[in-house]
């Protein structure tokens, strides 16, 4: 249900302020909501990557690698329902639920698949040297966005559209990544406490710019032209 659109005007390319603006005004009423669903984020995260690593008592080399190969497999449907679906939700004035994070779920292999050839063409530009891979990351961060609004896309369709959409805002994006230092040293301060309130606000910024890109960047590409260049 459809309750407020928040007055912003994605028709024009808005300011990195003006997001980050318009973000905490999406926070509103919906702050506590948004850190649960993360906290519920954040443990299934803590399960599968710390809780049988060597860094812990419990550890376990065969149950570690187990849960590392699980997060990797829940990374996709994981992004698609919660980093995007959850928070273009939001933004669009229409109703969350904890619950919706899991959305990403009901399009298993596709965002699977999606998730590991992301994973595996940053790796590979980042062999060639540190900064290809940090290009690449940005160049696919609006892939999960895409595949939330075109579920039926094919995944290298996904990764290629939103290498076109992010054609000429790569530094915009770097740089409003880069506006939330401060809010990552405050997390890091409250021992990480304070960033399920702080990634909230990260990522409705990330859903606002892409709806800014959608509506004033509109992309179309063929199925056969679904190749990450």
Known sequence: METNNFNMDYSVIQSNEEIRSQSRKQLRGAWGKMAFAFFVYFSINTICTYAFSERSPLYNPVLDSLLKMVYIILFGPFYMGFFAGFFLKRIRGQEIKTEYMFDGFNYFLPSLITGLLMILFIVLWSLLLIIPGIIKNIAYSMTFHIMYDNPEIKPLEALRKSEVMMKDYKMKKFLLDLSFIGWYLLGFITLGIGFIWIYPY?????????????????????????RPA
């Open 202 to 226: 990260i990522w409705l910024a990330e859903a606002n710019f892409y709806e800014n890109l959608k509506h004033k960047k509109p992309v179309e590409i063929s199925e056969t032209d679904g």
